[in-house]
């Protein structure tokens, strides 16, 4: 079956703190992408990264980096001395060989002042 | 470059009222179009998705439709609006044969009261 498990409902930290987001997903597939999506108060999403599945290389841009591990089908999200403006909901999707996008729950990141 | 415009942003209906939302895409053909529902404090849930001009596959059975009746403009509507429709409508694109990204509308925030 395919499905991304967010397992952190629910997270809280003080400004400056590092974050790691966790997403694990399952998939039948060999070929796939993989997303990260912000969601702000304002209900927009918007786009982070995308991996596709023969790309492990983790990837740095500014503050946020991204681990992806095939061999234990995660793709963790990590903001580097996190700020105020990055409280947001996170969301991990998988996007199957149908070319569907398969969603976590959500992640509610709230960096505190 | 592309855009996708969604409106309206936010929307109140009485029960059993009809409802339209309407969703374009500027500067690209043949886009995949879908249309997400967001619970309040839950992920996104995949309703609708279209590969072309009045092709419609639909995710889960509910009490909306959906219809494609120009390549870039995707209408969601019900006849009957309940109460369990309200939530939050996001309307997405992808390139054709899904690509690399969906790219998301700023969303109709819907209420039934």
């Known amino acids: 079956a395919q499905k991304v498990t967010q397992a952190q409902t629910e997270i809280s930290v003080v400004e400056k703190e590092d974050v790691t987001l966790d997403c694990v997903y399952e998939?039948?597939?060999?070929?796939?992408?993989l997303f990260w999506y912000k969601q702000p108060p304002s209900g927009e999403l918007v786009f982070l990264i995308r991996?596709?599945?023969?790309d492990e290389q983790n990837e740095i841009s500014g503050r946020y980096s991204w681990n992806f591990q095939k061999s234990t089908s995660s793709f963790n999200f990590t903001i580097t001395a996190s700020q105020v403006v990055d409280s947001a909901v996170y969301f991990c999707?998988?996007?199957?060989?149908?070319?569907?996008?398969?969603w976590g729950a959500g992640t509610k990141l709230i960096i505190k002042p | 470059s592309q855009t996708i415009h969604q409106w309206p942003a936010t929307l109140v209906q009485p029960v059993g009222s009809p409802l339209s939302l309407e969703c374009t895409v500027e500067?690209?053909?043949?886009?995949?179009l879908y249309w997400y529902r967001q619970a309040a404090g839950r992920g996104l849930q995949l309703l609708f998705y279209s590969v072309g001009i009045g092709q419609i596959s639909s995710e889960v059975p509910q009490n909306l439709s959906a219809s494609r009746p120009q390549d870039r403009q995707f209408i969601l509507s019900s006849k009957k609006l309940l109460l369990s429709d309200s939530g939050f409508y996001l309307c997405a694109w992808s390139p054709i044969g899904g690509g690399i990204s969906a790219f998301f509308g700023q969303g109709t925030r819907l209420t039934v009261v």
């Open positions: 991996r596709n599945s023969f």
């Open positions: 999707a998988l996007m199957d060989s149908n070319y569907q996008l398969i």
């Open positions: 998939t039948r597939d060999t070929t796939y992408y």
């Open positions: 500067g690209t053909s043949n886009p995949n």
